[in-house]
């Protein structure tokens, strides 16, 4: 009963910006940490950042001083701005939610479905 809803992929020359929005919706009752993490094609899904609740935030050595993670809580969503995009920076992008549903004492790890991103020129 929870959905996490990825958007703001697509094909961007190198150099170029992109900002992907991930918002959960359904049977919340809080959030803890959200991420952002991709895929390659023939790769391992790997971390690229992640905040915490208080803000605090964690990036790939690959990806810093390039992409920004933000969070606005109040919407369940987590942003994810990215400049000075590289080719090697192509992958299918999946944002990571850890989610307390109502009734639950637990908070479980809740993925999106994924959006491509595509750096070529």
């Known amino acids: 009963q929870v959905q996490l809803v990825e958007s703001g992929g697509g094909l961007v020359q190198p150099g170029g910006s992109l900002r992907l929005s991930c918002g959960a919706s359904g049977n919340i009752f809080s959030i803890n940490d959200m991420g952002w993490y991709r895929q390659a094609p023939g790769k391992q899904r790997e971390l690229v950042a992640t905040?915490?609740?208080?803000?605090?935030?964690n990036y790939a050595d690959s990806v810093k001083g390039r992409f920004t993670i933000s969070r606005d809580s109040a919407k369940n969503t987590v942003y994810l701005q990215m400049n000075s995009l590289k080719p090697e920076d192509t992958a299918v992008y999946y944002c990571?939610?850890?989610?307390?549903?109502?009734?639950?004492?637990?908070?479980?790890?809740?993925w999106g479905r994924g959006t491509q991103v595509t750096v070529s020129s």
């Open positions: 905040v915490t609740t208080s803000g605090r935030t």
């Open positions: 990571n939610q850890q989610i307390r549903q109502g009734g639950s004492n637990w908070y479980l790890d809740f």
